[in-house]
């Protein structure tokens, strides 16, 4: 935020004001004397008057810089009134003594007025946006500061872009530049009298709404016109580029009277919306307690992988017919320090919005493999360990050679790891995702398909994907027995899954007649509290053991 005025700058100003007072007065008691006795030597009174104007310039340099609308104003005032006394002198005494000093103070008046208009040109370049003309964050603040201190009332919108990323990546700086600015004039052509816009840094807008005005309206009517095409003109071609926009609006209405804490809570909201599939939402209490929620997970992970809080449970997965043993999905776990827990779905979930989720699944992916190496060798290496990998992880170029170095350092049998993926890996970065699935069942890496019949593929897609097992999400399963468009949608997933080579399971199932069903749809594999919950390290081995005396 740009700093009002400081006390220290206040201070010079006065001092220096008192300064070129004193001069002034200095200079009229001299003015009556030829010249002046210094500890025995006799001063010329022009000397003197030339040394006290000097020091009053100085005094004015010093203020103008320290602020230049004060202190123009200031020295303006000081040098017109001493120019005004000269020239008065020159008339009434009808000599021209004092002239050069007269000309001397116009020279310092026009030094200063160039100076002020160089540091007014700078301050304006600080807080404008070169690319949009829009005032930037740093005047955004201030203003808002400005605003809430003389009681203006209205709402504060925080606009955000998506898509412009891609458009940078893929057709180039420059587009992404043209975009930005459709769209800086689109906001400027709603916003027009009833507000301001001010372009903050990246994909960021800030809107001020004044009271009186339908901010809701108004935020609908941004997100539309800003998500119009925007047409782009090629070397010899015209295309059709998107973005679109999400918002966050927090009113200041007389509740928030701390302007910092009023654009947090805008961008608290922006974030909401982010987040969910609203486009846009206004501040209040319960996103509020969410977001400090997130933000104290995200606390407790780092801590977690710090200090060890992390562990896995395995839960088993088995045949439909004759509930031979499968394998294990590796399921982490968090217990802090106090003795409770953060369930996996809630951090997981804050994890994948930052890069924490790259970190968890290292560590998954390590601890797994070393618990399980054990357990294979003595099982013959027959059983499947099925480990869950962000779409994030999946997506990050050399994510399969530096994957395959882990395993080999740990000496863990390849043919048995298995790798879940959501539908979404696909959709995010399918090129870099299949490259590295591709590198990885070269060496007999398995892949599955996590939360399968949730979304985000395509048919087309979806008969292509390099995997060799579908899950099911228990969503599709919970309600299998009760709703007939259900089972018939798991029936076509299972016969789907077998189309594509594939083997099906389906996780969640909870109880005898969901497992007769499914078998009855021919589903291979099932994995669910019914035969067993996610176990710690030491069951898994007396199951393993169990299961080899069958
Ligand atoms: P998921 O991969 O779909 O894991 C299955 C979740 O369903 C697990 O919850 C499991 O305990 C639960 N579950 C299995 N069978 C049943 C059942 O019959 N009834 C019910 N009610 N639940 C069942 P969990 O362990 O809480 O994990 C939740 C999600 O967190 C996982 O969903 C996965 O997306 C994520 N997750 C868990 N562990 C990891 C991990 O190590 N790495 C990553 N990246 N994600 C993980
Ligand atoms: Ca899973
Ligand atoms: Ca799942």
Not at 16 to 28: E, F, K, L, N, R
Not at 174 to 194: A, Q, Y
Not at 524 to 545: A, L, N
Request: charged share 25%; hydrophobic share 40%.
């Amino acid at each position: 935020m740009r700093p009002k005025i400081s006390k220290a700058s206040k201070i010079s100003i006065v001092i220096c004001t008192a300064i070129c007072v004193a001069i002034s007065i200095a200079s009229a008691f001299f003015a009556r004397q030829s010249s002046y006795d210094f500890g025995g030597f006799s001063v010329p009174v022009s000397a003197v008057n030339g040394t006290l104007q000097a020091i009053s310039f100085l005094s004015c340099l010093i203020m103008v810089i320290v602020d230049y609308k004060v202190g123009t104003i200031v020295s303006f005032c000081v040098l017109g009134v001493s120019i005004i006394g000269s020239l008065r002198t020159i008339l009434v005494t009808k000599d021209l003594g004092s002239l050069p000093g007269t000309i001397n103070s116009f020279m310092y008046v026009a030094t200063l007025a160039i100076i002020a208009s160089q540091l007014r040109k700078s301050k304006i370049a600080e807080v404008t946006d070169k690319l949009t003309g829009q005032i930037n964050r740093y005047g955004f603040e201030t203003i808002i500061h400005r605003k809430i201190r003389s009681f203006e009332k209205g709402s504060i919108v925080f606009l955000h872009l998506q898509g412009l990323t891609d458009i940078n990546t893929n057709l180039g700086r420059n587009s992404g530049d043209f975009v930005l600015k459709t769209i800086s004039s689109r906001i400027d052509s709603v916003i027009g009298g009833i507000g301001e816009a001010y372009k903050l840094e990246g994909s960021e807008f800030a809107i001020f709404v004044r009271e009186g005005n339908d901010c809701e309206a108004i935020v609908k009517k941004l997100i539309s016109d800003i998500e119009e095409k925007i047409v782009m003109h090629g070397e010899d071609t015209t295309f059709n580029v998107y973005v679109t926009c999400k918002a966050g609006i927090a009113d200041c209405i007389s509740k928030y009277v701390n302007p910092d804490a009023l654009m947090k809570n805008a961008d608290i909201a922006m974030n909401h919306a982010l987040r969910s599939d609203v486009k846009y939402c206004f501040f209040n209490e319960k996103i509020k307690k969410l977001a400090e929620r997130e933000h104290d997970v995200e606390g407790y992970i780092k801590d977690a992988l710090e200090n060890k809080y992390f562990y896995l449970v395995y839960q088993p997965q088995f045949r439909l017919n004759g509930k031979k043993l499968r394998g294990f999905e590796a399921l982490i776990r968090m217990k802090l320090p106090d003795g409770s827990f953060v369930s996996p779905s809630e951090f997981i979930a804050v994890a994948e919005r930052s890069d924490l989720i790259l970190k968890i699944d290292c560590f998954v992916l390590r601890r797994a493999m070393e618990e399980f190496k054990d357990i294979l060798e003595k099982y013959d290496n027959k059983l499947i360990l099925s480990i869950n990998i962000s779409a994030k992880d999946i997506a990050l170029p050399g994510f399969a050679d530096s994957l395959i170095h882990v395993i080999e350092s740990i000496g863990f049998p390849k043919h048995c790891l298995e790798l879940e993926i959501t539908e979404y890996s696909f959709a995010k970065s399918s090129e870099t995702t299949i490259l590295n699935i591709n590198t990885l069942r070269e060496h007999d890496i398995m892949f599955a398909i996590d939360d399968f019949g949730t979304g985000y593929t395509s048919l087309a897609q979806l008969l292509n994907l390099p995997v060799n097992l579908l899950k099911i999400d228990k969503s599709l399963i919970d309600n299998i027995c009760s709703n007939e468009a259900n089972r018939d949608f798991v029936n076509a997933v299972i016969y789907m899954g077998h189309l594509m080579k594939c083997e099906v399971i389906s996780e969640g199932v909870e109880d005898e007649k969901q497992l007769a069903l499914l078998r009855e749809l021919g589903c291979d594999f099932v994995q669910g509290y019914v035969w067993s919950k996610p176990i710690d390290y030491t069951s898994v081995f007396e199951m393993c053991r169990d299961y080899a005396n069958v």
